[in-house]
């Protein structure tokens, strides 16, 4: 019988009549299987974002330098993530958290081509005024900014304000 519409009649493809049991079953433990990997990464898998919400000047010796780049945690912005590529006397990373008052140095974040990112509950690094520290640092906060220095490694972060 002819399609009132005018239209041929084309047949439909639908996976659920020309699949069988077994085949249904693996599909969907597939589809169960990826979204909780889709759940892990976005639970515990952090990325770091570049900010320019922070102001960052480090030296070494007598030399400033203006390579530092500075990131936040998508989605967290409490704790500022510093590195530090042409640091030879000191950790390249360090994080800041301006709420706690803690400057601690950082192991180096993972990456995946140009993508930083952190491990939410793996240990981070340990804060510089710790007990545990056998080397002495030197640190101040403020409101809006913190320093920290050692043996000819001096750094200052400034919080740009929000006009």
């Known amino acids: 019988m002819p399609n009132p519409h005018g239209l041929r009649d084309m047949p439909v493809f ?22 909780a990997g889709i759940a892990v990464l976005v639970r515990y898998v952090k990325p770091l974002v570049p900010t320019s919400s922070v102001r960052v000047i480090y030296s070494e010796g007598e030399e400033f330098k203006d390579d530092a780049a500075a990131y936040k945690r998508l989605f967290r912005r409490n704790v500022v993530f510093l590195y530090f590529p042409g640091a030879r006397s ?23 081509f140009s993508l930083h990112y952190v491990v939410t509950g793996k240990p981070v690094g ?35 304000s929000r006009r």
Request: hydrophobic content about 45%; proline content about 5%; some cysteine.
């Open 14 to 35: 639908t996976m659920s009549l020309t699949m069988s049991r077994k085949t249904k079953i693996i599909i969907a433990a597939a589809v169960v299987v990826f979204l």
């Open 90 to 112: 000191a950790p390249k990373w360090w994080g800041i958290d301006f709420n706690g008052m803690t400057i601690y140095p950082l192991h180096p974040p993972s990456r995946i």
């Open 126 to 160: 340990m804060s510089i005024d710790s007990a545990a520290q056998s080397d002495e640092w030197t640190w101040q906060f403020t409101k809006n900014e913190a320093s920290f220095s050692k043996n000819g490694f001096a750094c200052m972060v400034q919080v740009k």
